[in-house]
């Protein structure tokens, strides 16, 4: 017997005006058995690339089979397609704009199809601003209920999805050349550096012309300093003990990183 699937929600609407509630009813009307579990609403207004980030850093937390509904949409009403996602262990529906980009490079693709197949929106007439309540969410909520991804849509060939480009880290000699791709709420600083590239070693980060020390918490910044750590992601980052490291260090979203290690 087939048991529902659970299902997210990762948009940059906020919770002020009342969008999230709206998709949570429309998942609602498709099958009141199906809840939604927010990753976020607070992802800055159009800022794909921290989307990309949350998405990939929560999606190994879920279930096998999770429906991924991830909605941080620029292009709403233009030709950019709406695209469902299966993998081998979940699901993802949403804008093919470079949001499932960080999911996509780490899980093997079964299939992908563009949304289509009208019969599971909530209107043939989308409006042309809304596409996260009259497609996305209730499509998600189908795939859900057990509507196989193939229904929904024509197929799509996987390797033409839009790619975000985010500045993969390289080693050079001694160094690791990479870049922010997150600045999170408390101003901590998440680099492209998989943590597992400095175990063992001897090492911290430069900043323009600022040498950032290793260390293994927050609290080891010196006062008004920064430190370089691996953080709970598995990324290395910069942090602040009790402020942000992007603020004191003027650096955000795709500014360089260097990681010098012996």
Request: proline share 5%.
């Amino acid at each position: 017997m087939f048991s529902r699937r659970h299902l997210t929600l990762l948009t940059d609407f906020g919770l002020r005006d009342g969008y999230v509630g709206i998709l949570k009813g429309v998942i609602a009307k498709v099958d009141p058995t199906v809840s939604a579990i927010d990753i976020s609403h607070d992802i800055t207004p159009q800022d794909v690339a921290a989307a990309r980030f949350c998405l990939a850093n929560a999606y190994p937390y879920f279930p096998k089979d999770t429906v991924h509904v991830a909605v941080v949409d620029p292009g709403v009403g233009t030709p950019r397609r709406g695209i469902a996602v299966q993998l081998e262990d979940g699901y993802l529906v949403g804008p093919d704009n470079g949001i499932f980009d960080g999911v996509l490079s780490q899980h093997r693709v079964v299939s992908v199809v563009e949304l289509t197949e009208p019969k599971y929106w909530r209107t043939d007439r989308p409006s042309r601003t809304f596409h996260a309540r009259d497609i996305f969410a209730p499509v998600g909520a189908h795939i859900a209920t057990g509507v196989r991804v193939d229904r929904l849509g024509k197929a799509v060939d996987p390797e033409s999805l839009v790619r975000l480009s985010v500045g993969e880290a390289r080693h050079t000699g001694g160094e690791i050349e990479a870049c922010v791709q997150y600045c999170d709420r408390f101003g901590n600083l998440i680099t492209t550096v998989p943590g597992e590239w400095v175990e063992g070693k001897t090492w911290h980060a430069v900043v323009g012309t600022q040498q950032v020390p290793y260390g293994e918490t927050y609290s080891d910044a010196k006062a008004e300093g920064t430190v370089a750590l691996v953080g709970s992601h598995g990324w290395v980052e910069i942090g602040a003990d009790r402020a942000s490291a992007g603020d004191r260090l003027k650096v955000g979203f795709g500014d360089a990183v260097r990681i010098v290690y012996r």
